[in-house]
């Protein structure tokens, strides 16, 4: 089955830098790639998410690409706050709506 | 804001005995999932359901037993509980495959 890797587990950036975070998939089949934040204590959000009809998507702060080729996709936060700090999760679906997840990346905003 | 409510909060259990999950969603949603969530090993599924009486095997079923009696809800059944499920419960629903998911608040499960 589907299987996605997060490939950092922490990230500690200055605050007003930008953060990445990669993840990769093995499913060619997957077509669909959310990214979820999770604040401490809290449940998760939906933060941004991306199609295999495109490689690049914005939202104010958020950029995420998607690399068909290399099955790889990435979440970048750009001029990060404080209020960043959280546990972030990618994740991928097929058209069956079995949404597996990656391990998370704590990210950390230093003021 | 999408509603996914789950009950109990909390849940302190012997091992060997018999729990259920409880998970309703009101926003019509057609698709519903049974994660944990545990250290080291991010959010796993359970199992999933697209509609009332449908039910999907996830990637972590052994020892879970799953339910979905109408739209709005979705039941999780540990029969014989132990210590290794002892974990952080998320219950999510979603209007349709590959649509935005939400979860609930989390229920904390211990096995003692």
């Known amino acids: 089955g589907e299987k996605v890797e997060q490939h950092e587990s922490t990230l500690s950036v200055r605050e007003g830098d930008s953060a990445v975070i990669n993840c990769t998939y093995t499913?060619?089949?997957?077509?669909?790639f959310p990214w979820y934040k999770q604040e401490a204590g809290k449940s998760l959000h939906f933060v941004i998410d991306?199609?295999?009809?495109?490689d690049r998507k914005q939202s104010q702060r958020l950029i995420v690409l998607l690399d068909k080729k290399a099955k790889r996709f990435s979440l970048h936060i750009t001029a990060t706050q404080p209020e960043d700090s959280a546990i972030y999760f990618c994740?991928?679906?097929?058209?069956?709506?079995?949404?597996?997840f990656g391990l998370g990346t704590t990210l950390q905003v230093q003021p | 804001e999408a509603a996914v409510t789950q009950s109990p909060r909390n849940k302190v259990t012997v091992t060997g005995g018999n729990v259920t999950l409880s998970c309703r969603q009101t926003?019509?949603?057609?698709?519903m999932y049974w994660y944990r969530q545990d250290t080291g090993h991010g959010l796993r599924l359970i199992h999933y359901?697209?509609?009332?009486?449908?039910?999907q095997i996830g990637d972590v079923p052994d020892g879970y037993k799953a339910t979905r009696t109408t739209q709005e809800d979705f039941f999780l059944l540990l029969e014989l509980a132990s210590p290794s499920q002892t974990s952080l419960y998320f219950c999510?629903?979603?209007?349709?495959?590959?649509?935005?998911?939400?979860f609930g608040k989390g229920t904390r499960l211990t096995v003692v």
């Open positions: 999510a629903s979603s209007g349709g495959a590959n649509t935005e998911v939400f």
């Open positions: 499913d060619t089949a997957s077509s669909y």
């Open positions: 991306i199609r295999s009809n495109v």
């Open positions: 994740a991928a679906s097929m058209d069956t709506g079995k949404l597996i």
């Open positions: 926003n019509s949603h057609n698709y």
């Open positions: 359901s697209y509609g009332a009486g449908n039910l």
